[in-house]
């Protein structure tokens, strides 16, 4: 796990490569690789590449970053993990590359891959992963972000060149990169959370998207491609019973468990005390002689808005025998953390639990763990979530026949009695459009509510649009591809391609790797990934249970009182909090920001403070810290 960098410049003339700029911006990610650095530019300094690097597969100094490949021939700077190298290194050899300088790099079986299959070589890759490769041969470079997502790449492109890195702020570093708020992103990110690729909330600053590949060529060129879809390896299992399906739903996560304890380090787990952890602590506690480490976060004082789970990783950690580590969290640990809190995360990413991501991670290392396995991406599969229940119902109420132009009546009408902002006008008036109700599993704000909190210049910019573009595509790909197009099957896939990759694995990435630690995510190996959408909705929700196949193939082997507990999630107390110290300084945060900027209108925002929605003020601090943090240095936003 690493930080990669780098700078392709298309005209010489105008923009050679200044190494210390290249220096400047690999070194803002030696929290990313705190083992190593290296530095890789062409004679003629139009290419760079830039690696800080976290040892954790073959620690020897010939795996070090970049790589070269035959005398130039291919160069690498790569972020993440093979999990399969082995295999292909074996395959490879067999295939005539004899020629190796290391021992077990993975790095170096990306070089050889490439030079035998060219760039589908990444379909064999089992893995998380963000890669730029140089082909010096056919002058082009290569940036490829994994299959879902998890781990993040960037890049910023103009006339001179191209710069990218793991991190915004890497690319910030270069001296040429400018500053300034992107408005579309931040009118999709009161929607989900998170800004949507290739959207960030920088302008002129872009992500690439899970699942997609971009190719440069030394003229400026850009050709972005999506190389993988989850429909593309998925079908249907409707000819097993249900015992037999356990048995291969296991085989397949114990592969995705195993590939995922390689490594030349300490292992450990991130225990919350729910199904999800428990199961990868007990699937990796099985492969094991020794006792695993386990982490765990609580909150001091007692919170009424989160239940305190705890007790349940205890549990979890006595019935399967792990050496286990807890943190007590308090509100004034949260209030000190909040300015690094937004520095690693780059962009505001609107959920708190970035907090007990970034406190689990600090002590695992504290524990000489340098690795986690993390429990995401399981509710999306099997349908874990209790909203997802509610939206099951509502979908079968919108579902029966009723002309839409009643529905948008009724929309009509309950917004002209003050309700617009309430979610359920929100989705009878998506359903009078004929769109899906569900846009994502976190939702932030309506769009009735979002126009009510952008100041009046942003309200007239985005009249008469609405987030919904950012969802159409994904919904017209799925009812292309997709071999089962229920509803359920909708929130996975799209919750797969936007919640997930924007919000959910980004807290993970960044708060960890902000401790030098790098997370592992068994329940995301795209093969267990399409395994599980070959399966039928009906039995992942089955007798109003859910994540119904899931529970029964691990019954036996995690203890009963987890299996049947309430899901409860990786909780934060800001609802108890948002009436305290933490309330406090959203005030007078919000308000100061309101006063210097020309982004929400602060009658609106006041109203938003006095109603004690804790979440929704979280979300709109994050983007004022941010702006405090990134932008209020460079540009005068109020004047704009």
Avoid at 458 to 467: A, Y
Avoid at 577 to 601: N, R, Y
Wanted: proline share 4%.
């Amino acid at each position: 796990m690493c930080g990669i960098v780098g700078i392709l410049s298309f005209d010489i003339k105008k923009w050679p490569i200044n190494i210390p700029d290249l220096v400047a911006m690999r070194d803002t990610l030696k929290h990313r690789g705190p083992d190593g650095k290296g530095l890789w530019v062409n004679k003629n300094k139009t290419v760079g590449l830039g690696h800080r690097r976290l040892s954790i597969v073959d620690l020897s100094t010939s795996a070090s970053q970049p790589m070269v490949y035959a005398d130039d021939q291919y160069v690498i700077s790569f972020n993440g993990e093979i999990y399969n190298h082995d295999e292909l290194r074996q395959e490879l050899k067999d295939l005539g590359h004899t020629e190796w300088k290391t021992n077990h790099s993975d790095t170096e079986v990306i070089l050889h891959a490439y030079d035998e299959w060219g760039i589908d070589c990444i379909h064999k890759f089992r893995g998380m992963f963000a890669i730029a490769l140089w082909d010096n041969v056919n002058q082009y470079l290569w940036l490829v972000r994994d299959r879902l997502g998890v781990k993040p790449l960037y890049y910023s492109h103009n006339d001179k060149g191209i710069t990218f890195g793991s991190e915004i702020k890497s690319i910030l570093a270069n001296p040429g990169q400018s500053r300034e708020v992107d408005e579309e992103a931040l009118f999709h990110y009161l929607s989900f959370l998170a800004t949507p690729a290739p959207l960030t909330l920088f302008k002129g600053i872009k992500k690439l998207a899970a699942g997609t590949l971009a190719r440069i060529n030394i003229s400026g060129e850009i050709k972005i491609k999506h190389w993988w879809d989850v429909w593309n390896d998925t079908s249907p299992i409707d000819n097993l019973d249900e015992d037999k399906l356990c048995a291969e739903l296991m085989s397949n996560l114990n592969d995705a468990v195993k590939y995922r304890k390689i490594g030349d380090v300490p292992i450990g787990i991130f225990l919350s005390g729910g199904l999800d952890s428990s199961i990868n602590l007990a699937l990796f506690k099985g492969q094991e002689s020794q006792k695993v480490k386990t982490f765990s976060i609580g909150y001091g004082d007692k919170q009424s808005s989160v239940a305190d789970e705890l007790p349940f990783a205890r549990l979890a950690s006595e019935k399967l025998n792990s050496e286990h580590h807890e943190y007590i969290i308090s509100q004034e640990d949260l209030i000190s953390f909040l300015p690094d809190m937004i520095k690693y995360q780059d962009e505001p990413i609107g959920d708190p639990v970035c907090v007990p991501v970034y406190f689990v991670s600090k002590l695992a290392i504290k524990h000489g763990v340098k690795v986690c396995q993390v429990g995401e991406g399981a509710d999306e599969l099997f349908c874990g979530y209790p909203s997802w229940k509610i939206f099951l119902q509502l979908e079968k109420f919108n579902s029966i026949p009723m002309p839409k132009v009643l529905k948008s009546i009724a929309a009509h009408l309950l917004s002209s009695l003050g309700l617009g902002n309430k979610l359920y006008t929100e989705f009878l008036r998506r359903a009078s459009l004929g769109q899906p109700i569900f846009w994502g599993g976190a939702e932030a704000f309506t769009e009735n509510a979002k126009f009510s909190i952008l100041s009046p210049r942003l309200r007239e910019k985005f009249k008469g649009r609405s987030s919904w573009e950012i969802i159409k595509p994904i919904h017209e790909k799925f009812k292309k591809n997709a071999h089962d197009t229920s509803f359920l099957n909708w929130m996975s896939y799209l919750d797969l391609n936007l919640r997930l990759p924007e919000l959910l694995l980004m807290r993970v990435d960044k708060m960890s790797m902000a401790t030098s630690l790098e997370a592992r995510v068994p329940f995301l190996d795209h093969k267990f990934v399409s395994y599980a959408l070959s399966i039928v909705p009906k039995l992942k929700v089955k007798t109003g249970v859910l994540k119904y196949i899931l529970k029964r193939a691990v019954s036996g082997i995690i203890p009963k009182e987890i299996v049947r507990r309430k899901k409860q999630g990786f909780a934060v107390p800001v609802d108890d909090w948002i009436f305290d110290k933490l309330g406090q300084k959203a005030e007078v945060t919000l308000k100061a920001f309101c006063e210097k900027t020309d982004f929400f209108d602060s009658t609106a925002i006041n109203s938003v403070l006095k109603s004690g929605s804790a979440r929704q003020i979280w979300y709109l601090l994050n983007f004022a810290l941010w702006w405090e943090e990134y932008i209020r240095d460079n540009v005068n936003e109020k004047n704009k």
